[in-house]
């Protein structure tokens, strides 16, 4: 039998090349692993091995590891005898550099981190400048209405980042994150050129958080351009980069806004965003777009724009909606804890609080980072729900300190906790949906939280404005987080299950293809031969 007769028939069971797919066959093949919903969990003998993704920490996927040890029929055959295999080439894998001028995107993506979280957490020291400015003392809803502008500002930056996810796909990291700096600085500039509270919602509050949300997410996705081993490390130095902007800004606007004013502090806070719109330009990538490439001569695809597959997973769910239910007091401390200084201890230090939680915070990135490397799959978890109850015991002993010296204690813990939960955000993220899955899977998390960090603040603002002291504020702000962390505690119950199930199919499967090499071996084609010889060694 020839070579051109095994090519032509492709129903021959002795055939040198695999059949090449119809693009039909391709998509309801495609199709029906979306509906299996379970990340990884395609057939590997049907996939080219360049289509498994690797975990984030650089060790080698189950998936993809088992896909090295198959033996596929046909792999010995010479290149002339299978007429697909010069047209169709498999995709090679891309290796990240790790390093090179990774290092100079890690120190943009570094000052974008710190820039635009730095500002947001020391929104408490401009609304004291806020309140002086633009108030009237007759006003009895005045903190419940100047709490919305630094709460919009923050929850745009979560609101819009499923939006930001599609741009970054569709446009890449270097124009998402330059255009998104340059409506920041706007921004910024606008509000210094405002003379009353209500158009500070619009610069403020929406075009510079807009702004910061289109900057900030790209400059977390180009780290994986350039790192995969060393990301985990690098991951963390970049979000440390908010806690020494926390620590540092804090001091600066103590100084510029009683000797400069309002309006010529946030043109100085301004110049942050252009150097950000500088930085934007070094995010230069290396992952080739593939089917993006020829995005301009195909119909978009909204199932690929929008990857409806990550809602599919039942630990996802409850982790998307479990986390934004805690978050309803997370935004509250840093808005209005200085307020509640000067009123009640009369400090005219209450910068340091900022300060320690900005430190607490960075080490606490640093550490739990680590530590969860060492608690395998989403058992990671349980770190965030530890980080839930000790952020919201410490709010509600808010109240209860009696001096400085205690709530510098209280804001400690606070800081540590809240570094432990933002550093394994990416890593619970990969566990619950997979490698190829979690750009978008932390982009509509993020969307979520939007809605109870907005709302958070201003509910404590109107409280304090109704009673006359933020100590229900306090209180009521520890509850959500002990319940989100509650709920959280079910996802490794129901991850452990999923894994018992996938590895009773994969047994089943594995017993199953093994009969069928074992069958196929013995009319195997040998390089170079026309006859059907037994197979003695196989390599990939």
Aim: charged share 15%; hydrophobic share 45%; net charge neutral.
């Amino acid at each position: 039998m020839t070579a051109k007769g095994l090519s032509a028939e492709d129903d021959d069971p002795l055939a040198v090349g695999p059949r090449q797919q119809e693009p039909q066959e391709q998509e309801q093949q495609q199709e029906q692993e979306e509906e299996e919903g379970e990340p990884g969990s395609s057939n590997p003998t049907t996939q080219p091995l360049a289509s498994y993704k690797e975990p984030l920490n650089g060790e080698a996927s189950v998936a993809a590891e088992e896909s090295r040890l198959q033996v596929r029929v046909g792999d010995g055959g010479h290149p002339s005898d299978n007429p697909d295999s010069a047209s169709c080439p498999q995709p090679v894998p891309f290796v990240p550099p790790e390093g090179g001028w990774g290092w100079v995107v890690m120190f943009a993506s570094m000052w974008c981190n710190g820039s635009v979280f730095g500002i947001q957490n020391a929104f408490g020291l401009l609304y004291l400048s806020l309140l002086e400015n633009f108030g009237d003392a007759d006003d009895k809803h005045l903190r419940f209405k100047t709490a919305w502008v630094g709460s919009l500002s923050m929850g745009m930056i979560f609101f819009c980042s499923p939006i930001v996810s599609v741009f970054t796909d569709l446009y890449g990291c270097r124009k998402t994150a330059t255009f998104g700096a340059a409506v920041a600085f706007i921004g910024l500039i606008a509000s210094s050129f405002v003379k009353s509270l209500e158009p500070m919602y619009f610069t403020y509050g929406i075009v510079f958080g807009c702004g910061s949300s289109f900057a900030y997410q790209p400059s977390l996705v180009i780290l994986g351009h350039y790192f995969k081993q060393r990301l985990g490390l690098v991951n963390g130095i970049v979000t440390a980069g908010s806690s020494v902007f926390t620590i540092v800004l804090p001091l600066l606007l103590k100084q510029l806004l009683p000797k400069i004013g309002l309006s010529h502090t946030l043109r100085i806070l301004s110049a942050f965003m252009f150097v950000l719109f500088l930085v934007g330009f070094t995010y230069k990538p290396l992952i080739p777009e593939g089917s993006h490439s020829n995005s301009s001569r195909q119909k978009l695809n909204v199932k690929k724009i929008f990857n409806v597959k990550i809602w599919k997973f039942l630990g996802y769910r409850i982790w998307a909606f479990g986390i934004p239910a805690a978050l309803f007091g997370y935004f509250v401390p840093y808005v209005h804890l200085m307020k509640y200084v000067e009123e009640t201890l009369q400090s005219a230090n209450e910068e340091v609080l900022l300060m320690c939680i900005g430190i607490s915070s960075g080490v606490g990135r640093l550490i739990f980072g680590r530590v969860a490397d060492y608690l395998p799959g989403s058992y990671k978890v349980f770190l965030q729900v530890a980080s839930f109850f000790v952020i919201g015991l410490m709010s509600m002993m808010i109240p209860l300190c009696q001096n400085f010296g205690s709530l510098i204690a209280v804001c400690l813990f606070m800081g540590l906790f809240d570094g432990c939960f933002i550093s394994i955000m990416a890593p619970v993220a990969f566990e619950l949906v997979g490698s190829e899955n979690v750009s978008q899977a932390i982009g509509f998390l993020l969307g979520l939280m939007s809605i109870p960090m907005t709302a958070g603040p201003p509910i404590a603002g109107l409280l304090r404005d109704s009673l006359g002291t933020y100590n229900l504020a306090f209180y009521l702000a520890g509850v959500p987080p002990m319940i989100g962390g509650a709920v959280l505690c079910t996802i490794p119950w129901i991850q452990y299950r999923k894994l018992k199930r996938q590895k009773k199919l994969k047994a089943s499967e594995g017993e199953t293809a093994t009969k069928i090499l074992d069958h196929d071996s013995k009319n195997t084609l040998m390089p170079g031969s026309g006859e059907p010889q037994k197979e003695y060694a196989s390599s990939i």
